[in-house]
T-cell receptor, first 112, second 109 residues
Framework: DGGITQSPKYLFRKEGQNVTLSCEQN?????MYWYRQDPGQGLRLIYY???????QKGDIAEGYSVSREKKESFPLTVTSAQKNPTAFYLC???????????FGPGTRLLVL | GIQVEQSPPDLILQEGANSTLRCNFS?????LQWFHQNPWGQLINLFY???GTKQNGRLSATTVATERYSLLYISSSQTTDSGVYFC???????????FGTGTQLKVEL
């Protein structure tokens, strides 16, 4: 089945700890994206990548980092510099920059 | 940046009723999408519709780009239609989507 997978479904972070969220797609899409959703709110763009080995900051990139070493993978690291990391994180991909974006099931991150 | 406003913020329907959700945006767009987020958080793409009209079963959407709004129509609503409906737009030939705050829909028996 073609699609986008995210893992883990739930993730707990201790104070001062970096954590990495996984996003994998087998749709052969060029572009991938990370969004953050807070309760009762819309999604906000953290980072996006239009091609392997290239990525751009979105609207709320501070405290996050990404890499794009493979076309199918776009992991997101939530660093200790992100002071309010508790949120629902969604990964998406699209064939091209102006095409429909398809979303993974999300990862819920909680701070202990 | 571009502003996206959705209305109404909340909507309760009886099963079988019809509804119209609205999305207003503050600038020209090259990308407009409607999504449905189910109670488990999964975001499902409904329409890619920067202009014109599209239909898919009981759902249809119309975007009037010159007047900067889009409408999502839900006919013969079912309980499975419950969830949050988001409109998202991008401008300037890019793919940085800006989301509205959504319409929370509840369909009751």
């Amino acid at each position: 089945d073609g699609g986008i997978t995210q893992s883990p479904k739930y993730l707990f972070r201790k104070e001062g700890q970096n954590v990495t969220l996984s996003c994998e797609q087998n749709l052969n899409h060029d572009a991938m994206y990370w969004y953050r959703q807070d309760p009762g709110q819309g999604l906000r763009l953290i980072y996006y990548s239009q091609i392997v080995n290239d990525f751009q900051k979105g609207d709320i990139a501070e405290g996050y980092s990404v890499s794009r070493e493979k076309k199918e993978s776009f992991p997101l690291t939530v660093t200790s510099a992100q002071k309010n990391p508790t949120a629902f994180y969604l990964c998406a991909s699209s064939m091209d920059r102006e095409e429909t974006q398809y979303f993974g099931p999300g990862t819920r991150l909680l701070v202990l | 940046g571009i502003q996206v406003e959705q209305s109404p913020p909340d909507l309760i329907l009886q099963e079988g009723a019809n509804s119209t959700l609205r999305c207003n945006f503050s600038d020209s767009v090259n990308n407009l999408q409607w999504f449905h987020q189910n109670p488990w958080g999964q975001l499902i793409n409904l329409f890619y519709i920067p202009s014109g009209t599209k239909q898919n079963g009981r759902l249809s959407a119309t975007t009037v780009a010159t007047e900067r709004y889009s409408l999502l129509y839900i006919s013969s609503s079912q309980t499975t239609d419950s969830g949050v409906y988001f409109c998202a737009v991008a401008t300037g030939g890019g793919n940085k989507l800006t989301f509205g705050t959504g319409t929370q829909l509840k369909v009751e028996l």
